[in-house]
């Protein structure tokens, strides 16, 4: 080829930056991604399109107006022949397709990770896209107005009582930002005036962000449990099913609403390449370039990057070194087409954000911490400077919503009770 091509795979925070730097770095490239979806979903304010705060366009990028120059491709990677330098996938519609390369670019991502507890992949509600973030938003909606209308007390309780699984950030932010959510649906049905909204937050760690600094922890616990959210560390789900779950503690909790934010792990797709991994990660030198394929890089949630401020580790699954990582792999690419030397991935953490909903928020940028409201105008502030895009309508919803709190309805996108609901509905890749 006259012109080198540089296929990217996924365009999650590490695939979107590598992208944009590769316009900037390598701009006589031609530049390909393949993605199941035309859009870069900003996952940390996944929480508040569930609680009915942003509307889902506002964190969906579009890609094909954010990356000019790049050719999208739509479709899910099924084969990747690093012999014959090649990349096959299937579109939307089931048609396969083909592209050859002269460097790859992996940055697949990470999907939900189920645990071996009967009824979990039937019974949990997943949380890793727009399509569950709306489908749990409906169906917390239909459940407090079914509970509106019983006459059976038992009934009622258990449709207002949320358990959510995993405290680690998704966890931690859903069951702060539902928990509110009840309260203002429970608000517009008069039948629920005197009702409890339950909600449970549990997890297998001996307490909640158990990745964090503890004082965020003790944050984070001190604002759920003041508002009545009942922590349960120490404990998981033992079984699952329509009605009811066994915690592991015996317990048998009644409830139609299983949350389940355990934690995600790397892409099946890393399983079929057939090379050396790290806790399921695909290990790559300090460059990020895949160790013993010099054409091939692999950057964020997919890849075993060493991380240098902590020899002997390697870097978190976390957005942050995603976009870092990203950018960096758009250089690296470039200067592996020019024959130059590569950099090696070093950051530092510069803090973490957990936002509790409400004017509540724990914090420690540059390792200051804080909370309460200075927490919360540090936290949206880092969000809008993140977002690659609609900026202005983010803060504008935020800005109604706090004179005008958004009112729930449903979009019909729960089935019936007793409809067949396969694993794949619940969760998605």
């Known amino acids: 080829m006259s012109v080198p091509r540089v296929v990217i795979v996924g365009a999650g925070f590490a695939g979107y930056n590598a992208a944009r730097g590769l316009r900037k770095y390598a701009p006589d490239a031609e530049i390909v991604m393949i993605n199941p979806t035309d859009y870069f979903l900003y996952l940390p304010l996944l929480p508040e399109v569930a609680a009915g705060l942003l509307e889902p366009r506002r964190i969906s990028v579009s890609l094909p107006d954010r990356l000019r120059g790049v050719t999208l491709v739509l479709g899910t990677v099924t084969h990747i022949d690093l012999e014959d330098h090649k990349v096959e996938w ?3 519609e089931g048609r396969p397709g083909g592209i ?10 990470s999907v939900n990770k189920l645990l071996p507890i009967p009824g979990v992949a039937e019974y949990a509600y997943g949380f890793r896209s727009i399509a569950e973030a709306l489908f749990l938003r409906d169906h917390i909606t239909r459940q407090l107005e079914l509970a509106a209308t019983t006459a059976d007390r038992d009934e009622r309780d258990a449709r207002c009582t949320f358990v959510v699984v995993g405290a680690g950030y998704t966890g931690t932010e859903v069951a702060a930002q ?17 009702q409890p909204m339950r909600w449970l937050l549990a997890d297998l760690a001996d307490r909640l962000l158990p ?8 944050t984070a616990d001190r604002v759920l449990r003041r508002r009545g959210v009942e922590i349960r560390v120490g404990q998981s789900v033992q079984y699952a099913g329509v009605d009811s779950l066994r915690r592991t503690t015996g317990e048998e909790i009644a409830t139609r609403s299983l949350i389940w934010c355990v934690g995600v792990r790397p892409d099946p797709l890393v399983e079929g390449l057939e090379l ?16 013993g394929r010099a054409h091939v890089f692999a950057c964020g949630d997919c890849a075993a990057v ?15 070194h995603a976009q870092r990582q990203g950018r960096l792999v758009a250089r690296n690419v470039a200067a592996s087409l020019r024959g130059d030397d590569l950099e090696p991935y070093k950051h530092h953490d510069l803090g973490f ?16 911490p804080m909370s309460g409201p200075a927490a919360k105008a540090v936290t949206r502030g880092y969000h809008l400077y993140s977002l690659p895009g609609n900026r202005t309508r983010t803060g504008l919803d935020w800005a109604v919503n706090a004179v005008l709190p958004p009112r729930a309805v449903q979009f019909g996108l729960v089935g019936r009770l007793n409809q067949a609901t396969s694993p794949g509905t619940r969760f998605s890749s």
């Open 211 to 218: 990745g964090l600094h503890p004082r965020m922890s003790a």
């Open 353 to 368: 954000l957990v936002d509790l909903g409400g004017w509540a928020a724990a914090a420690n940028p540059l390792n200051v």
């Open 276 to 291: 050396p991994t790290d806790h399921g990660r695909l290990q790559v030198h300090e460059t990020l370039v895949v160790r």
């Open 306 to 320: 060493p991380d240098v401020t902590r020899p002997g580790s390697i870097t978190g699954m976390t957005a942050q």
């Open 100 to 109: 050859e390369f002269d460097r790859l670019v992996l940055a697949a991502g």
């Open 178 to 194: 539902g928990q509110l959510f009840t309260e203002r649906v429970a608000r517009q049905l008069p039948a629920l005036r005197n």
């Open 90 to 92: 299937l579109d939307p």
